[in-house]
């Protein structure tokens, strides 16, 4: 059997701040513990009480009180530290400048971190109940849906909690989606924002500036305007009492609230009273149903001191006992805490309000953005460790001094841990103007992060970024202060062989492969990723997208648009469709054939006879629409893919044949008159499947595609927007190249190889630097045995060869390492999501190592290459 | 007078060691406090409570033998010192005062 043993440096720490009297006996107990608890829970666990009961002995009348003096004396010496580390770092201004510029640069990337994360974290914290506030998860299972969990829930729900479970102090719905033209005297303005409670003022903390925020909300037809919202719509004039028009409705302005905080999750101009949307929609079906899950957001107020976990039991029974009802679909409700919607499970919402659920970002993309950051921080650390080290040698006298007149480990190490320190704080500063550098080009890199972080300066941002700094320095310092207390004062003084002091080789090797393979790691996947982005963006989607341009009408009939259009000699055809594929979107229908059990979500879209011809849709048999349906109802003709007709094994699979039969499309018989080739309706991720295109009608919203020819682009854009002024006067034109929407649906792709090559561009500088000065101090401590094997004959490239030999052969190692780890990164865990992907090529696999090669050939030889030019008798004589 | 106040732990403790005669060292009155107390008694809390008794001089201690066990670290005997044995007569004398005062026939309807 093995023999297990109390963790050692558990065992020292508690020697070292044990009084000596005491030491014995409190080992000896934590001993006879530990090896009971070997036998009764295994010795992982033994040692962990161990551990823990070590740090619990630490008490005032266990600790040497000689300890707190040694920290005293410290304190008095580390003025000495200073002034020496001072002077050090001075005398080699190249170093410290490789160290201090490593630092600062890979600091910035920390401090970005810090900003964004510190952001992150005040997200909703002006709520003054914002640590009871929850807001309910639905998770939604039926026939075609696994428990998918939603951040929103039904009215019911919220009417449920708010009669039978008890320990609730208040419960609010908001209802998403709120938003027409307000039409206040003679102009209008577009407004959005939700449908709210009287019971969202005492959940949250919304201050209310005019208007009583416990009436404000309960009348139908009511509005609360945020104070800028009001300001927009009457200018200096008072809002409260004045009427508003909204999509020919007549709202009552009851209150003006301060403006919504940016760091809120949920953000509106206006909210309109919930008893509105009772009203209106009443008619519809559904609406208030237990399973209308879709369009409510439900947030809880628990009591003070209210047990969850019982609330949480009421929320399953209440939750069982409606389910009973229901045949098909089932509800489940958890709670979210406020604090964790921004940052926490990502939930998913149903079609509808854009940025109902505000900003998000799950953990996971906060752990690798963080271990990425560690990883360049870590990187530019190995250059102080890996420089200082190096430069033992020259130090080794001054370390002997200090221990001969009385220096114990502990001051030494103090003394190198403050330099580091003092070197990382140096870089703070520089990091800090890099900081205010690249903060604008992180914000402005995408919409999200607009939307979601400021990156403002406060005390707390501040103080973090030097703790930060400090906790830097002394990652990096950690190592040259362990090796430097170890170096003896007889040793030092004793004539000291250059080859002793360099026994740390190995580990300084070692820093230097895993830079390098972190660097090589980040610059292949750069390379990668932007091809695989490249390949996406001109992949063939089965359709033509080039030079059209998308108009959303919003809600304004299309005809004076399309006839404006047609008298334009740049736009060569128009056509108009329900949304616009390839992008993302989706719509969806059931579909049958024969077997009226078999049923298939279809995805559609809306289109006119002229959509097929201008984005030059391949069909395999049969013709475009004849008819021309004006209402939803009258549509009898479908266009389908070769999907369709293979799931549903249309007519023997024979797209010929398949035209003329019949299948049912959500409940409505169509006779198929196309086929389709197959093509791609979703983003390059998703599998293709079966898709079915209707005819366009009336009631249809309506995107226009207008195929645009002529030299000067930007005129024709501002001609028709100048068309689209005649149409509506209220809303900005919207329209978008298909190219660049296509671009833009990959956004997240572009963004993250953006990050990805910022830091391997920093990954680069940083290993770029620690070699030099590795190179630097290598050649110039060999610099006379270079000049003696110059004098016996040796030649310059023989020379250089000599000296960078050892730098290659750990540079080849990296790359060995390196480029089959992201290889199989990407063959492995990223391209099998996408099943259309292009296989990595070897260029781009390759491209990175070159060029991290060239420069790391270029450090090499320029230095080489000066020491092996330098004049022998100048170096040679000098002793 | 601060310092000769037993209190409930301090007391406990001190009788344990009592107890235990010529074995009282700490992990010894940790087990065996935590047997009769039926609650889990942690050895930081022993120690330090040995550790106070001592201050106020109501124990002392001594270390014993070298053994194979225990990493080869010599135990730590605690014995009560006139004092202690004098707290502890007196907070049971205090108690036994106490309990006779309670009158038998508000304790049955109780």
Known sequence: MKQHHPPAWAQRFVEWYCKPGLVEDLTGD???????????????????????????????????????????????????????????????????????LGLAISMSVG????????????????????????????????NSEQGGKFATASIKTADLIREKVAGIEEVTTIKNDFSGDAKVGGNALPIR?????PSLFRVFTFPMLQGNPETALKAPYSIVLTESAATKLFGDQPALGKAIEIDSMTYQVTGVMKDVPFFSHIRFEALVSLSTAGQIHKSGPGFGAWTDIWSHAVYVLPSKNADMTAIRAQLDALATEENLAGKNSRIQLELLPLYNIVVGESLRQSEGGPGFTGPHLSPAVLWILGALALIVILSACFNYTNLSIARAMRRVKEIGLRKAIGAGKNEVRLQFLAEAVMISLAALLLSFVLFLALRPLLINMAPEMQRMVTLDLTP????????FSVIVGVVAGFLPALFFSKVSAIHAFGNVSPVKTFRHLTLRRALVVIQYTVTLIFITTTAIGYVQYKNILAFDLGFDTANILNINMLDNKPDAMVQALGEMPEVKGVSRSLITTGVGNAWGGIMKYRDSRDSQ??????VDENYLPLHDYKLVAGGNFVSRPATAGAVSEV???????????IAGNDPQKAIGEQITLNGRKMTIVGVMQDFHYGKVENHIGPVAFTPWTPEDRTILSARVHGADMPATVAKIEAAWRQTDRIHPFTAEFYDEEIEQAYSEFSTMIKIIGFLSFLAISIASMGLFGMVVFTTETRLREICIRKVMGAGAGNLMFLLSRGFLSLLSISAFIALPATYLFFQILVLPNFPYHTPVQFTELFSGLLVVLLIAFVMIGSQTLKAARSNPVAVLKRE | MKGTNLGEFEELVLLTVAALGNEAYSVAICDELSSHTGRSVKLGVVHAVLN????????TSQLGEATKARGGKRKRFYELTMAGKAALINAKAMRDQLWAKIPSLAWKNG
């Open chain 1, 193 to 197: 924002g939700y449908w709210a409670e």
């Open chain 1, 601 to 606: 979500l279809v995805m559609t879209n809306h």
């Open chain 1, 460 to 467: 707390a941002t501040v103080l973090a970024f030097i703790v």
């Open chain 1, 639 to 649: 266009i389908v893919n070769q999907q369709v007709v293979k799931r549903f094994h």
């Open chain 1, 30 to 100: 934590l001993h006879e513990c530990f090896e009971r608890n070997l036998a009764t829970m295994g010795p992982r666990r033994a040692k962990l009480v161990y551990i823990i009961d070590a740090f619990k002995f630490f008490r005032s009348y266990t600790v040497r009180k000689t300890l707190f003096a040694h920290l005293f004396m410290n304190r008095i010496m580390i003025g000495s530290y200073v002034k020496t580390s001072g002077r050090n770092i001075l005398r080699n201004k190249l170093f410290s400048f490789i160290n201090i």
């Open chain 2, 52 to 59: 106070r008794l001592e201050e106020k001089g109501l124990v």
């Open chain 1, 111 to 142: 401090l970005l971190l810090i900003a964004f994360l510190l952001d992150l974290r005040s997200y909703d914290r002006f709520h003054e109940n914002g640590g009871r506030i929850h807001r309910i998860t639905s998770i939604f299972t039926s």
